[in-house]
């Protein structure tokens, strides 16, 4: 016998029936982004490989170890998708998106590649719901947006999640606090893990999310970052945090969030859940003015965020989970052979009346069609027997409610849909 294929490392099938679940998070995504004005962008999975490199930046974890990179046939370097902004904005200059009413409002849902070590909750393909609103750089921006997260979270019956929320600065007060930093950290070179000592060269501030306890301890002492942010950065910042809590939207400063990807400017957020360990982030996002012209575009402002929906499935409260409704709650079930034809036609008849109907396609006995049924999470089984047939009258067995019911079959629909 040959040897089993198995799926790659770090990737996984979705199956029946958590895939409903998958389904009644995007219809609300879909909904609740679509009540703010946004529309759906689909781009390709794999972009040229330099995207990346300038967009998330060369410096990042992401780019230099993470990414799927491979040459084509031609040689030209190509990269699976480690995240979608990149290829927004991109997509942004590429179709001239400036000319559009802005703010432009984008959202996505779709698989990202990253080459990480695989354990609960981080994949090698996992999947992103995010948005991004594209032309504005005012803070009723963030507000929206950050609003909207909320709202979408809630519609899933989350409670209890806190956002994040620090300030980065625009380019200029990094590019100063980087500055101090490498000079306060310097003098501790040898005492840096080999992670932070490459950081200590190509981008301090992300050192400050370090794991690792001796360099918390010597961080309580460096330069903060918020002595150095400009006042227009303070000044946005505020405006920030007085809309969130006018729309009451919890949240909690933390000023060593720096997020792992280059572009970001000004505010950025995560949200992480308990359930998950407090490493790990059920979503992120942020401000990003400096991508569009970094992109080769004339300068245009941006913020969005990305959810992991591998996450945030995993940490889904019980009762949107159990709300999900099984796929056909009804069971055509026919009874003897000659009935096949009549049960096929019948069930043609229930879904013209927009009822969601499974149909036995052999005969079965009466006792394992009830099985069956059962397994299937069918809540109605309705019987089609010769004698049904003759008398025009259909039995259903209401499985919630463990009863059996007689009603004409020209009634039949009628009397399903006033029930489901
Ligand atoms: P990110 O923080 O790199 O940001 O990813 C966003 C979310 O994707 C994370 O919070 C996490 O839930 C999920 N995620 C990341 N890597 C994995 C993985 N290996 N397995 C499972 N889930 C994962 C971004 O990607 C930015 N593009 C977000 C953004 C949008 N910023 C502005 N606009």
Not at 130 to 136: K, N, Q, V, Y
Not at 215 to 243: D, I, K, T, W
Not at 288 to 293: E, H, I, Q
Request: hydrophobic fraction near 40%.
């Amino acid at each position: 016998m040959s040897q089993k294929l198995k799926s790659v490392k770090g990737t996984r099938d979705l199956l029946p029936p958590e895939t409903s679940v998958w389904e009644a998070v995007e219809t609300n995504a879909r909904r609740v982004f679509g009540s703010y004005g946004y529309r759906e962008i689909r781009t390709p999975v794999m972009e040229s490989t330099d995207l990346f490199v300038r967009g998330v930046g060369e410096a990042s974890d992401i780019v230099g170890k993470e990414m799927y990179t491979f040459d084509d046939r031609k040689g030209r370097s190509l990269t699976l998708r480690p995240e979608n902004t990149a290829a927004v904005a991109r997509a942004f200059v590429q179709h001239g998106m400036r000319e559009w009413p802005s703010p432009v409002k984008l959202f996505y849902i779709g698989p990202q590649f990253r080459y990480e070590r695989p354990q609960r909750g981080r994949y090698r393909q996992f999947h992103q719901i995010g948005a991004e609103l594209i032309g504005d750089e005012g803070p009723h921006s963030d507000v929206e947006l950050l609003v909207m997260l909320v709202r979408f979270l809630r519609s899933l019956r989350f409670e209890d999640l806190v956002v994040r929320l620090n300030t980065v600065g625009d380019a200029e007060s990094r590019r100063q606090y980087a500055a101090a930093l490498r000079e306060f950290l310097e003098p501790h070179r040898a005492d840096l893990g080999d992670d932070s000592k490459r950081r200590l060269e190509t981008n301090p501030l992300r050192i400050l999310d370090t794991k690792n306890p001796a360099e918390r301890a010597l961080l309580e002492s460096a330069p903060e970052l918020e002595s150095f942010l400009s006042e227009e950065c303070r000044q946005h910042f505020s405006r920030v945090r007085e809309g969130l809590e006018r729309h009451a939207v919890e949240h909690q400063i933390e000023p060593r969030l720096v997020r792992g990807l280059d572009y970001y400017t000004r505010t950025v957020f995560e949200i992480s859940s308990a359930a998950l360990g407090a490493q790990d982030a059920i979503l992120g996002g942020g401000r990003y003015d400096g991508l569009v012209s970094e992109l080769g575009g004339a300068p245009e402002p941006g913020i969005g965020f990305a959810i992991g929906q591998d996450r945030l499935i995993d940490v889904l409260p019980d009762s949107f989970r159990s709300a999900v409704r099984p796929a056909a709650p009804v069971l055509v079930v026919p009874i003897g052979d000659e009935t096949l034809v009549e049960a096929l036609q019948l069930a043609e008849e229930l879904r013209d009346g927009g009822l969601d109907v499974v149909t036995e396609l052999r005969a079965r006995a009466m006792k394992a069609a009830l099985g069956r049924a059962d397994r299937l999470g069918a809540r109605w089984v309705v019987l089609v027997g010769t004698s049904e047939l003759e008398s025009g009258m259909i039995t259903v067995k209401d499985f919630a409610d463990n009863e059996q019911f007689e009603t004409p079959r020209a009634e039949l629909g009628e009397w399903l849909r006033s029930r489901s």
